[in-house]
Nanobody, 124 residues
Framework: QVQLVESGGGLVQAGGSLRLSCAASGPTLFFRAYAMGWFRQAPGKEREFVAALNWSGGSTKYADSVKGRFTISRDNAKNTVYLQMNNLKPGDTAVYYC???????????????WGKGTLVTVSS
């Protein structure tokens, strides 16, 4: 089993920044072998893709809505993936979830583990 625990959410004013962390653990982790991603779900909306990166962090993908404002990164030595969020907007308000891909690169390969999420609220 693999556990993903998000942290770093909170209340921030529009234009502000937050840094989310996702710490991974578990006996079958092999963290550096898998792509990781962030998703979010706003109230009354479906969960949507935010950002992802491959096993090394050398390849990243972003939703158009966050390009230029969010940065995904990982520290394989710490089994942690991060999401730096700058210039936050009220539309970014959502629960943010960490997810592990099933392969070393991110694509339509599915997700095998999810975290429980951390709430980000952006006030106007």
């Amino acid at each position: 089993q693999v556990q993903l625990v998000e942290s770093g959410g909170g209340l921030v004013q529009a234009g502000g920044s937050l840094r989310l962390s996702c710490a991974a653990s578990g006996p079958t982790l092999f963290f550096r072998a898998y792509a990781m991603g962030w998703f979010r779900q706003a109230p009354g909306k479906e969960r949507e893709f935010v950002a992802a990166l491959n096993w090394s962090g050398g390849s990243t993908k972003y939703a158009d809505s966050v390009k230029g404002r969010f940065t995904i990164s990982r520290d394989n030595a710490k089994n942690t993936v991060y999401l730096q969020m700058n210039n936050l907007k009220p539309g970014d308000t959502a629960v943010y979830y960490c997810a592990r891909g099933t392969k070393a690169t991110w694509g339509d390969y599915g997700i095998d583990y999810w975290g429980k999420g951390t709430l980000v609220t952006v006030s106007s």
